[in-house]
């Protein structure tokens, strides 16, 4: 385990403890640091001796992000940073530059990351199968039941998105899952509130990703998370601005960063988050007020008009914490002079000689060349020249001597150095070839042995690792002074074992399978990302994360979840002019038999459509990616007919009937079923009491491909659809017909707010098929300027290109241009007289779905109105 030595406090043993300047002691002084033992570390000593600040940092949400221009502003002037304390967003700023990113690299993360995606509850898109997308991603609302009880949630989210960004974020800086914060740089604290108890919790060890995480755990917004016994929530509740943690870590000046947000007025109270922002706001006025009261400086940025959810404006939010910071440099170096000249505030004395003895392998000229001499000379001034010995990493000891002579003093330098090294060993290699891995490092055999130099190798090695995903890499190093060996130690984070937490009613099996390691197996950063969201891409859980427990050799990997009470009811609606207004609710079983099979009975009630089905699905058939669905079901549609584009009343359709669509799935790319069905479908033609009746039976092989990154207005990613089907009517073997569809439509973000959008569709048929099997041309989703399925036939092709421009963070603008036609009958089809048609639209994208309206014109002057409220399902 990697550790850091730190320089203890400088022992001076003065015996008169006042001099008189050019006078000199009547009796020895000795001035000793103390390290911690140089052959069980190999370590270099961090004094932390350069002047600096300690940071008290706020919350803020979104306004919390002003650290980064305080901390851009600070590095700027060459102003050290030697402490934060920092709370929710603070806290995460504040731990990311500890862990070594610069103020720069923050704020690239901060505009790259999604906000409105990261704090949401929907698992990655990418990260869910075919068979996951669909029906869950559509609905409004879930009411989760516990036996007949309802689930009250105890937030809006379980912040699983933002967990993994934080844990993504540390492990690529090289931070392990458990240390001590105190070996950070800067040092950091992450304050918390426990839920249990209302006291202050403050973090110095442990994962910091979680740590972090655990600040930003606003109640109602963020679920707590649970930590040894605690719950674990925002410390602003208790602490706005830890100041006197700084205090207490002897760091002068405290500059305490005040992003916290003022009183909203009544205009800006519009939701639950708003009203507990608000209580929480008045709760912690008074201690905040204590809490600056204590700091030596405090940085407030003018955050007038930013709000703690606004994540559109970080450029303003960085801004602003930058000019503010900026306005402070000058009493800052004030404050850090006057401390400066405090320090210096030593006796003073003459000296006549000095000089450095007990070395065995360095020459004496090496440190004399460093060490800063004077005639007049002070404890502090030799202290600084025994830091600057140290610092060359040569040393295992140092202290001086100042002796008393007739008129002046002598300074004896007493310094140690480290023997040489006779032989360098790596060991516990198996990923890297040995000899890559020595190319890294700069000790070597016949050199005295250099505390800095072995530092830097033991960083390059890591870093070798890390930047090839094995984040968990340790590698310590041990100097055997029998026979003069340095050994480099390397632990490749290899996995003794795999355990599970948190699962009551999930088979071990069913979380294993999509765990991709093994006991012996090397622990590789993106196959574990991978894992956790594939693992909460099932729905199954609240939360689910991976834990790294260091073992004396190797890891033990532990998966936590926690579990979601699994019988819920979802529904959801939607509105068109064409079918006006549908709902669906199902009665959903989840997880039934631990292996996470799904049962749910699903109703629509709409005005034109009607259906009761019966679900059984799949994802994963135990460990393999086999998938299947088996439903059965009934269903009434009433279906617009429309002749030379007036609406000329409906098709009465009812059907019943089972199919059986078992597959494979291929991960990140889609799905192919096997097809088998049988139906009976009535149906009657406006203005009839006829009715035509049909006993379908089909097999046939579907495909399907979705990887766009949402499920309404994607800016990324294709979608494609095919399907072969070999059909008849049971009664009549005449009526065999092959139908076969293949659609693609991919999003191609042109810049930063415009997407381009083609899509092309082609369908044919052996023969001529059923009215309900026939395909249709018309509708928002086919052809603009006719009405949905205004024309209906056996063959068809059908192409569209589309623009769309996002303005703002929700609302769109779209053009589009369609092309193509449908046809009964082979010999009628002709590319040259293809119908085009076009339209214009706007979008918005919304908490019940997306809301589009459109108008749509053809090249023969027919044209419509198009309005959908909602998913279409």
């Given at each position: 385990?990697?550790?850091?030595?730190r320089?203890?406090?400088i022992?001076?043993?003065?015996r008169?403890?006042s001099?008189?300047?050019s006078?000199?002691p009547s009796?020895?002084i000795?001035?000793?640091?103390?390290?911690?033992?140089?052959e069980?570390?190999?370590?270099?000593?961090?004094y932390?001796?350069?002047?600096?600040?300690?940071?008290?940092?706020?919350?803020?949400?979104?306004r919390?992000l002003?650290l980064?221009?305080v901390?851009?502003?600070?590095?700027?002037e060459g102003?050290?940073?030697?402490?934060?304390?920092?709370?929710?967003?603070?806290?995460?700023?504040g731990?990311l530059?500890?862990c070594?990113?610069?103020?720069?690299?923050i704020?690239?993360?901060?505009?790259?990351?999604?906000?409105?995606?990261?704090?949401?509850?929907?698992?990655?898109?990418?990260?869910?199968?075919?068979?996951?997308?669909?029906?869950?991603?559509?609905?409004?609302?879930a009411i989760?039941f516990?036996?007949?009880?309802?689930?009250i949630?105890?937030?809006?989210?379980?912040a699983?998105?933002?967990?993994?960004?934080?844990?993504?974020?540390t492990?690529?800086?090289?931070?392990?899952?458990?240390i001590?914060?105190?070996?950070?740089?800067?040092?950091?604290?992450?304050?918390c509130?426990?839920?249990?108890?209302?006291?202050?919790v403050?973090?110095?060890?442990?994962?910091?990703?979680?740590?972090?995480?655990?600040s930003?755990?606003i109640p109602?917004?963020?679920?707590?998370?649970e930590?040894?016994?605690?719950?674990?929530?925002?410390g602003?509740?208790?602490?706005?601005?830890?100041?006197?943690?700084?205090k207490?870590?002897?760091?002068?000046?405290?500059?305490?960063?005040?992003m916290?947000?003022?009183?909203?007025?009544?205009?800006r109270?519009?939701?639950?988050?708003?009203?507990?922002d608000?209580?929480?706001?008045?709760?912690?006025?008074?201690?905040?007020?204590?809490?600056?009261?204590?700091?030596?400086?405090?940085?407030t940025?003018?955050?007038?008009?930013?709000?703690?959810?606004?994540?559109?404006?970080?450029?303003?939010?960085?801004?602003?914490g930058?000019?503010?910071?900026k306005?402070?440099?000058?009493?800052?170096?004030m404050?850090?002079?006057a401390?400066?000249?405090?320090?210096?505030?030593?006796?003073?004395?003459?000296v006549?000689?000095s000089?450095?003895?007990?070395l065995?392998n360095?020459?004496?000229?090496?440190?004399?060349?460093?060490?800063?001499?004077?005639?007049?000379?002070?404890?502090?001034?030799?202290?600084?020249?025994?830091?600057?010995?140290?610092?060359?990493?040569?040393?295992?000891?140092?202290w001086?001597?100042?002796?008393?002579?007739?008129?002046a003093c002598?300074?004896?330098y007493?310094?140690?150095?480290?023997?040489?090294?006779?032989?360098?060993k790596?060991e516990?290699?198996?990923?890297f070839?040995?000899?890559?891995?020595?190319?890294?490092v700069?000790m070597?055999?016949?050199?005295v042995?250099?505390?800095?130099?072995?530092?830097?190798?033991?960083?390059?090695?890591?870093?070798?690792?890390?930047?090839?995903?094995?984040?968990?890499?340790?590698?310590?190093t041990?100097f055997?002074?029998?026979?003069?060996?340095l050994?480099?130690?390397?632990?490749e984070?290899?996995?003794?074992d795999?355990?599970?937490?948190?699962?009551?009613?999930t088979?071990r099996?069913?979380?294993?399978?999509?765990i991709?390691?093994k006991?012996?197996?090397?622990?590789?950063?993106?196959?574990?990302?991978?894992?956790?969201?594939?693992?909460?891409?099932?729905?199954?859980?609240?939360?689910?994360?991976?834990?790294?427990?260091?073992?004396?050799?190797?890891?033990?990997?532990?998966?936590?979840?926690?579990?979601?009470?699994?019988?819920?009811?979802?529904?959801?609606?939607?509105f068109d002019?064409?079918?006006?207004?549908?709902a669906?609710v199902?009665?959903?079983?989840?997880?039934?038999l631990?292996?996470?099979?799904?049962?749910?009975l699903?109703?629509?009630?709409?005005?034109?459509?009607?259906?009761?089905?019966?679900?059984?699905?799949?994802?994963?058939?135990?460990?393999?990616?086999?998938?299947?669905?088996?439903?059965i079901?009934?269903t009434?549609?009433?279906?617009?007919?429309?002749?030379?584009?007036e609406?000329?009343?409906?098709?009465?359709?009812?059907?019943?009937?089972?199919e059986?669509?078992?597959?494979?799935?291929?991960?990140?790319?889609?799905?192919i079923y096997?097809?088998?069905?049988?139906?009976?479908?009535?149906?009657?033609?406006?203005?009839q009491?006829?009715?035509?009746?049909?006993?379908?039976?089909?097999?046939?092989?579907?495909?399907?491909?979705?990887?766009?990154?949402?499920?309404?207005?994607?800016e990324?990613?294709?979608?494609?659809?095919?399907?072969?089907?070999?059909?008849?009517?049971t009664r009549?073997?005449?009526?065999?017909?092959?139908?076969?569809?293949t659609?693609?439509?991919?999003?191609?973000?042109?810049?930063?707010?415009l997407?381009f959008?083609?899509?092309?569709?082609?369908g044919?048929?052996?023969?001529?098929?059923p009215?309900?099997?026939?395909?249709?041309?018309?509708?928002?989703?086919?052809?603009?300027?006719?009405?949905?399925?205004?024309?209906?036939?056996?063959?068809?092709?059908?192409?569209?290109?589309?623009?769309?421009?996002?303005?703002?963070?929700?609302?769109?603008?779209?053009?589009?241009?369609?092309?193509g036609?449908?046809?009964?009958?082979?010999?009628?089809?002709?590319?040259?007289?293809?119908?085009h048609g076009g339209?214009?639209?706007?979008?918005l994208r919304?908490?019940?779905?997306?809301?589009?309206?459109?108008?749509?014109?053809?090249?023969?002057?027919?044209?419509?109105?198009?309005?959908?409220?909602?998913?279409?399902?």
């Amino acid at each position: 385990m990697r550790e850091i030595a730190r320089l203890l406090p400088i022992l001076l043993l003065v015996r008169a403890s006042s001099l008189p300047a050019s006078d000199f002691p009547s009796e020895k002084i000795i001035i000793r640091p103390h390290l911690s033992p140089l052959e069980t570390t190999l370590s270099q000593a961090d004094y932390g001796a350069e002047p600096g600040v300690g940071l008290a940092v706020s919350g803020g949400g979104a306004r919390g992000l002003a650290l980064i221009g305080v901390l851009k502003a600070l590095n700027h002037e060459g102003i050290k940073v030697n402490f934060i304390s920092g709370v929710s967003m603070g806290g995460i700023v504040g731990g990311l530059y500890a862990c070594g990113y610069s103020p720069e690299e923050i704020e690239d993360i901060a505009y790259r990351v999604n906000w409105g995606e990261i704090l949401s509850q929907s698992p990655l898109r990418k990260s869910l199968l075919t068979t996951q997308k669909g029906q869950s991603e559509k609905s409004l609302f879930a009411i989760r039941f516990q036996g007949w009880k309802p689930v009250i949630p105890i937030a809006m989210t379980s912040a699983q998105k933002l967990n993994q960004l934080l844990e993504s974020l540390t492990s690529r800086a090289g931070i392990r899952p458990n240390i001590s914060f105190d070996y950070l740089n800067p040092p950091i604290r992450i304050v918390c509130t426990d839920l249990l108890t209302g006291s202050r919790v403050v973090l110095s060890s442990g994962n910091l990703g979680e740590a972090m995480r655990a600040s930003m755990a606003i109640p109602v917004a963020f679920t707590p998370v649970e930590m040894n016994g605690k719950l674990l929530v925002d410390g602003g509740l208790v602490d706005p601005i830890p100041t006197d943690i700084v205090k207490e870590a002897g760091v002068y000046p405290v500059v305490a960063v005040n992003m916290t947000s003022e009183l909203r007025p009544a205009s800006r109270i519009g939701d639950i988050v708003d009203i507990a922002d608000q209580t929480t706001t008045i709760m912690t006025m008074d201690r905040k007020l204590e809490s600056l009261a204590q700091a030596d400086l405090v940085i407030t940025p003018d955050l007038t008009g930013l709000t703690n959810t606004d994540f559109s404006r970080i450029d303003s939010l960085i801004k602003v914490g930058e000019a503010a910071a900026k306005a402070s440099i000058p009493a800052i170096k004030m404050m850090l002079e006057a401390k400066s000249r405090k320090d210096g505030e030593t006796p003073e004395f003459e000296v006549a000689r000095s000089e450095i003895c007990d070395l065995s392998n360095m020459p004496r000229t090496f440190f004399a060349s460093r060490f800063r001499q004077s005639g007049t000379m002070t404890p502090s001034s030799i202290e600084d020249n025994l830091k600057r010995a140290f610092e060359s990493g040569y040393l295992s000891e140092a202290w001086a001597e100042v002796l008393p002579e007739t008129s002046a003093c002598s300074i004896v330098y007493h310094l140690k150095d480290n023997p040489r090294v006779d032989a360098v060993k790596l060991e516990g290699i198996t990923l890297f070839e040995n000899s890559e891995l020595y190319g890294l490092v700069e000790m070597r055999a016949g050199m005295v042995l250099n505390t800095r130099t072995i530092a830097e190798d033991r960083k390059r090695i890591e870093d070798l690792y890390i930047r090839s995903g094995f984040s968990l890499v340790r590698v310590a190093t041990v100097f055997d002074q029998a026979d003069g060996t340095l050994h480099f130690q390397v632990d490749e984070g290899r996995i003794n074992d795999i355990s599970i937490e948190g699962a009551k009613r999930t088979r071990r099996w069913a979380i294993l399978r999509h765990i991709p390691f093994k006991s012996g197996d090397i622990f590789v950063r993106e196959k574990g990302a991978r894992a956790i969201d594939d693992l909460y891409g099932t729905g199954l859980f609240e939360t689910a994360k991976l834990i790294a427990l260091p073992e004396s050799s190797g890891i033990k990997l532990a998966v936590k979840v926690v579990e979601k009470p699994y019988n819920y009811v979802r529904g959801g609606a939607r509105f068109d002019l064409e079918y006006k207004s549908m709902a669906f609710v199902d009665l959903v079983a989840d997880n039934v038999l631990g292996g996470g099979q799904e049962i749910y009975l699903s109703t629509v009630i709409g005005e034109k459509k009607r259906s009761l089905a019966l679900h059984v699905q799949s994802d994963r058939l135990f460990k393999t990616l086999f998938t299947n669905l088996a439903s059965i079901d009934y269903t009434e549609l009433k279906r617009n007919q429309y002749i030379n584009h007036e609406y000329f009343g409906y098709y009465k359709l009812k059907s019943h009937g089972a199919e059986l669509t078992p597959g494979r799935q291929i991960p990140q790319l889609g799905t192919i079923y096997l097809l088998g069905l049988i139906r009976h479908i009535e149906w009657s033609e406006p203005g009839q009491a006829d009715r035509r009746a049909f006993n379908k039976l089909a097999l046939g092989v579907r495909s399907v491909v979705d990887t766009r990154d949402a499920i309404s207005f994607p800016e990324t990613g294709k979608y494609h659809y095919f399907e072969l089907q070999f059909a008849s009517d049971t009664r009549d073997e005449k009526t065999a017909y092959t139908r076969v569809v293949t659609s693609i439509e991919a999003h191609y973000r042109l810049t930063k707010r415009l997407n381009f959008h083609p899509r092309l569709l082609a369908g044919a048929s052996s023969s001529i098929m059923p009215y309900f099997d026939e395909f249709s041309l018309g509708g928002l989703g086919s052809f603009l300027g006719l009405h949905k399925d205004e024309f209906l036939g056996d063959k068809t092709i059908q192409g569209a290109i589309e623009l769309r421009n996002k303005i703002g963070d929700r609302f769109y603008i779209m053009a589009r241009y369609n092309i193509g036609d449908i046809w009964s009958k082979l010999e009628s089809m002709k590319f040259s007289q293809l119908r085009h048609g076009g339209g214009i639209g706007m979008g918005l994208r919304t908490p019940v779905g997306p809301i589009q309206g459109w108008y749509g014109r053809t090249d023969k002057g027919l044209d419509a109105f198009y309005l959908e409220i909602g998913y279409d399902w």
